[in-house]
């Protein structure tokens, strides 16, 4: 869902995992103190302050932020522990998503990592029922109303997570029970999937009924429906992606001859000798023994003006991000999951000495699904169960509160 939730700010890392969170999601924060502050507080306290209200809704949203995070780190947690990297998290404008690179192996892996996340949750609106319950009859309006919010919150966004909408929580539970029971992964996604879109048209239709009848919280809802219905329809496609390109390596599927830009010659001489000499729209860039430093993109160098481009070397220029390095025997299935090669578009493939030997662009996967879809079978295909799921495969937590 990159495409959906933008480029995201990262603000920490929670055990080694970095937070982001999408400007989005600064519009939902202002949006919910907006709506408790000016609804849901002067409702169940009498006679409040807007600014105490407003102040109210503002705290129930950060600490509703910090659940959603803790939720995400559920999922994060026990997925590492089954080999699956977390690369982010990203709170955005329906909740959080985990980018997780890989995907589960067997089906258990994923029910039980599918589960962990609601399972935070439900301890979370457990601590803070039982807190609401717990507190002395001295205790101010304003903390009682605090906590109950956060039990009741919580307690939403376990039940809507639940359902079976696939990509939500309790999607990934079906698709893990039905991959369990047939063995077949791709099939379980795409029923999964399926009645995830049901699910997601169901609440658009909801969403509309409640706006017709004036309710603005109609919009919430048709919003997380067309959010699932995408999302499903993604996660399906990601799987025959994953399906047709599973146990194919780079080597097979990158371009060659590959020409590469010694990293100490300048910008000037690389425009001339290479981009315009060789018309292609990346190189990568090798150090004096020949090893990869780099990939240097033609956007990176037209992005300079004429003045600035006077006294560079290449090297200076270069895009070092270690994810757009992959080893010739490398799973394609596991590249096009890295978020390095959907930021560039392209990879450079090196031996086991680190010496370029191809590039891998993604005109050059596409051109492979294009030719394993009309042949009706992938090039990688028949790899059987190992096959992982969807690339980027998301675990996504919908805010209904
Ligand atoms: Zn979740």
């Not at 507190?135 to 906590?147: D, E, G, I, Q, R």
């Amino acid at each position: 869902m990159g495409c959906v939730t933008g480029k995201s700010i990262r603000i920490g890392r929670i055990a080694g995992i970095p937070i982001g969170i999408s400007p989005w999601w600064l519009v939902i924060v202002a949006l919910f103190t907006w709506s408790l502050g000016d609804y849901y507080y002067p409702e169940v306290i009498a006679n409040i302050a807007p600014a105490t209200a407003y102040g109210l809704g503002f705290v129930s949203v950060l600490l509703l932020f910090a659940s959603i995070v803790l939720h995400e780190l559920g999922h994060a947690i026990v997925a590492r522990r089954h080999g699956i990297e977390i690369e982010e998290i990203d709170l955005w404008l329906l909740g959080g998503v985990s980018k997780m690179s890989g995907d589960a192996h067997e089906p258990s892996d994923e029910l039980r990592y599918a589960l962990a996340g609601p399972a935070v949750t439900a301890l979370i609106a457990a601590a803070f029922g039982g807190m609401a319950l717990a507190l002395p009859a001295s205790t101010p309006a304003t903390v009682k109303a605090l906590v109950e919010y956060q039990a009741l919150a919580n307690g939403l966004i376990l039940v809507f997570n639940l359902l079976p909408a696939f990509p939500l929580d309790g999607g990934r539970v079906l698709r893990s029970l039905l991959w369990k029971r047939g063995g077949d992964m791709r099939r379980a996604t795409d029923t999964a999937a399926g009645v995830g879109r049901v699910f997601g048209y169901v609440l658009v239709g909801l969403g509309v009924l409640e706006l017709l009848s004036g309710s603005p919280g109609g919009l919430w809802l048709g919003a997380i429906g067309f959010f699932i219905v995408v999302a499903a329809g993604a996660q399906a496609v990601g799987a025959e992606v994953q399906e047709v390109f599973s146990g194919l390596a780079a080597g097979e599927l990158m371009s060659t001859p590959v020409v590469s830009i010694p990293a100490s010659i300048s910008v000037e001489e690389a425009v001339r000798e290479f981009f315009v000499g060789y018309r292609y729209n990346a190189f990568p860039a090798t150090g004096l023994d020949g090893r990869l430093l780099g990939l240097l993109e033609i956007g990176r160098v037209r992005a300079l003006t004429a003045a600035q481009r006077s006294g560079r070397t290449v090297g200076e220029l270069l895009d070092r991000d270690p994810g757009l390095r992959i080893g010739a025997d490398q799973d394609v299935a596991l590249l096009l999951e890295r978020p390095a090669f959907a930021r560039v578009g392209r990879a450079a493939v090196v031996d086991d000495r680190g010496v370029p030997v191809g590039l891998l662009s993604i005109t050059d996967v596409q051109r492979a699904l294009q030719a394993a879809r009309i042949a009706g079978t992938g090039p990688g295909a028949g790899t059987g169960p190992g096959a992982g799921t969807g690339p980027g495969a998301k675990h996504p937590t919908a805010v209904a509160g």
